[in-house]
């Protein structure tokens, strides 16, 4: 089946940039999407087509995806982006979706 | 605005079949471009996703529950619904409704999440 590898955690300090990487084998062959959660909310999905965004998803959020990595960038991180982040592709080989184990976003 | 909402009860004892159903309001659910999909979380881990079906009745589900699901679209009632067979402790989670985007299977709409314990 299908893995994706996230890191459990990245820390980061306000304004600075974090970087959340998502390893899945040939994943820069695939469509990559991206989740935000806070926790006790649903996912608020914050990129789609590996690098749009939703309407009010602010310009801060980006996402590359190349060869095994696709990563979602975190420019300015402030207060209000510490949570968790999930990456997500479809399996076509089976016809499924599958979801990464999720990271913790710290904003120190 | 799309609005999505689960129901269902709480508590499902083991070997007993989880049923859930999400109430779709703002939009309709008969439109092609999507499908209506179940994703779960067991307290303090990650998503997974069970499966998704389109108005018309096409569907997928994850390989690991694909022999114990059941979803179903009641275009009728602007509804779909969850039927997850044979529960055991493990299939414990917040069981979130969403709508899935069927160019891309990404999901823009989710429902809130109501927990489902399975316990005696």
């Known amino acids: 089946s299908y893995v994706l590898t996230q890191p459990p955690s990245v820390s980061v300090a306000p304004g600075k940039t974090a970087r959340i990487t998502c390893g899945g084998d040939?994943?820069?062959?695939?469509?990559v999407h991206w989740y935000q959660q806070k926790p006790g909310q649903a996912p608020v999905l914050v990129i789609y087509?590996?690098?749009d965004r939703p309407s009010g998803i602010p310009e801060r959020f980006s996402a590359s995806n190349s060869a095994n990595t696709a990563a979602l960038t975190i420019n300015s991180v402030e207060a209000a982006d510490e949570a968790d982040y999930y990456c997500q592709v479809w399996v076509s080989t089976t016809d499924h979706v599958v979801f990464g184990g999720g990271t913790k976003l710290t904003v120190l | 605005q799309l609005q999505l909402q689960e129901s269902g009860p709480g508590l499902v004892k083991p070997s007993e079949t989880l049923s859930l159903t999400c109430s779709v309001s703002g939009g309709s659910i008969s439109t092609s471009s999507f499908y209506w999909g179940w994703i779960r979380q067991p307290p303090g881990k990650g998503l997974e996703w069970i499966g998704s079906?389109?108005?018309?009745?096409?569907?997928y589900y994850t390989p690991s529950l694909k022999s114990r699901v059941t979803i179903a679209v009641d275009t009728s009632k602007n509804e779909f619904s969850l039927r997850l067979s044979s529960a055991t402790v493990a299939d414990t989670a917040v069981y979130y409704c969403?709508?899935?985007?069927?160019?891309?299977?990404?999901?823009?709409?989710w429902g809130q999440g109501t927990l489902v314990t399975v316990s005696s």
């Open positions: 079906m389109s108005y018309r009745g096409s569907s």
């Open positions: 087509y590996s690098n």
């Open positions: 040939n994943i820069g062959g695939k469509t």
């Open positions: 969403a709508r899935v985007y069927s160019s891309g299977w990404f999901s823009d709409f």
